[in-house]
């Protein structure tokens, strides 16, 4: 089956007691002994949880998917498999809470971590000789839209006999299937774009291993890592509509890239399907589109900057991507705001660096909302 089908009807049936088309939501936290399906406490697995990992590992064309409670705790799972003296080699544009997770919590237990940047030919060197348990890979990267280069790293990964993990969430399994290029772990924020509408949390991981899979399942009941089963079962109507709006979402995405690349108000225009772009022959061999995020640098101080961004009526100013709705996000002040300026510049992340969530409303009326703003400053 096709994408698009597999997200309407894979674990998607209807209800077998009672025939309705909508699954039911199951809020409760406990089964009866000796029922049929061997359910028992919704810590450990609840029919709204099955009936989303049977879609999402369909998506990502994976034998197995486990839901958590959100993308870090997704992450949460994936790391407390580790233990003292371990090492990670991870990207270093990875997402900021994935660096905190490890920075203030796991390093506490002995597990080190090493940031290197994955599209540099040096980088293979490393982890040939370091040999960590885990190689952690994002792609594309927050905010900067670094393409990595995942079956190289994961061929590299595997010689070196460490497993690979992967954050799809800017991709989603629409654009791309992390699992198919050689990735172990893959885990998706399905808080995101695969629920599409800002109103729930929730994160998966999916693995080809049987031994992950153990190891997921049990991170999921033995830390208590579990979803609601309303927050599951609202994933699983969203992620329904999932290939319409990725389809919205990257279309108008690379028209607003290419419109603003012309504008004399921008210095940089960063979107992994221009020409521009760094990886643009890496990411059209690896992705079906280039994503619905955009990244710009504007020819502004950081003065000018706040006000465009209060001017903007259709972008409110916030975290998060992947909704239907526009967002727009000025990394210096909110998402990498804690992280001092030199170091944040020594990666790329100026002051004036803003990335734009592309919803999708109408084309017209996202730039002409963007043109008034760019005017008023
Ligand atoms: C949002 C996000 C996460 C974390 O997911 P939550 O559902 O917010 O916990 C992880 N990685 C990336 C790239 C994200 O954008």
Redesign the pocket.
């Known amino acids: 089956m096709h994408f698009s089908t597999q997200s309407i009807h894979t674990g998607q049936s209807p209800d077998p007691q009672t025939g309705a088309v909508i699954s039911p939501i199951y809020a409760t936290s406990t089964f009866e002994y000796g029922n049929p399906e061997g359910f028992d406490y919704t810590r450990s697995g609840n029919p709204n949880f099955r009936r989303l990992d049977q879609t999402l590992a369909a998506l990502d064309q994976a034998e197995f998917a486990t839901v958590f409670g959100?993308?870090?705790?997704?992450?949460t799972a994936i790391v407390s498999t580790l233990k003292s003296g371990d090492l990670v080699i991870a990207e270093e544009n990875?997402?900021g809470?994935?660096i905190r997770l490890f920075r203030d919590i796991f390093e506490k237990f002995g597990v080190n971590i090493k940031y290197i940047d994955l599209t540099k030919p040096e980088s293979e060197k490393v982890i040939l000789e370091q040999k960590p348990q885990l190689l952690w890979l994002?792609s594309p990267?927050?905010p900067l839209l670094k393409i990595l280069n995942i079956p190289r790293l994961c061929e590299v990964a595997h010689r070196a006999g460490s497993q690979v993990v992967m954050?799809n969430?800017?991709a989603s399994p629409y654009l791309q299937t992390p699992l198919n290029h050689g990735v172990d772990i893959n885990?998706t924020?399905?808080?995101?774009y695969h629920n599409g509408h800002s109103n729930a949390?929730?994160?998966v991981v999916t693995t080809n291993h049987d031994d992950w899979q153990e190891k997921m399942i049990f991170a999921q009941k033995a830390l208590g890592l579990q979803p609601s089963p309303f927050d599951a079962w609202i994933v699983s109507q969203g992620v329904k509509t999932l290939e319409l709006r990725m389809e919205r979402h990257c279309k108008n995405a690379l028209d607003i890239a290419q419109w603003l690349e012309m504008l004399p108000e921008v210095e940089r225009v960063i979107y992994p399907f221009l020409l521009s772009h760094p990886q643009y022959e890496l990411a059209k061999n690896q992705m079906k589109a280039g994503g619905g995020i955009v990244t710009v640098k504007l020819d502004k101080n950081r003065e000018s900057i706040e006000k465009f961004l209060a001017k903007l009526k259709l972008f409110p100013k916030a975290e998060?991507?992947?909704g239907v709705e526009s967002l727009v996000c000025h990394p210096a002040s909110m998402t990498h705001a804690s992280v001092p300026r030199a170091q944040r510049e020594a990666v790329g992340l100026s002051d004036n660096l803003v990335r734009f969530s592309i919803g999708i409303e109408h084309i017209d009326d996202l730039k002409k909302d963007i043109q008034q703003a760019l005017d008023s400053v």
Do not use: Q, R
């Open positions: 959100s993308g870090v705790t997704a992450i990875i997402y809470c994935t994002e990267t927050n954050d969430t800017f885990f924020s399905a808080t995101k949390m929730l994160g998060s991507l992947g």
